[in-house]
């Protein structure tokens, strides 16, 4: 299943593989899909881009998966994903303005 919203284009947004420690480039968040030809809802976590101004500006096309070298990477990359996605509200993407890049 995916929505047909499940893509924004990333052109234009700061580097999107930089944690920058001044302001933030990327995280992790929780985003709502509706299908559109069956109107059921799902939810994803997705990595969402921002542009200079904090702005969402793009996000993954699919859901992030978890996958590691060890179980300790595993188990960090799950604790990385739950800290961000608590953090910031819910990403509804029938209601989401993407940003341009700035």
Known sequence: MRSEYSFAA???C???YIKNAGSMTW???LVKHVDS???SVWYGIHEVFYNSEGKPCGMTENPVDIIGESVQEVQNSIKLIQRDASRRPLLDLRRTKWAKST
């Open 37 to 39: 030809r069956t109107k």
């Open 10 to 12: 990333l052109k234009g």
């Open 14 to 16: 700061r580097n999107p």
């Open 27 to 29: 995280n992790y968040r």
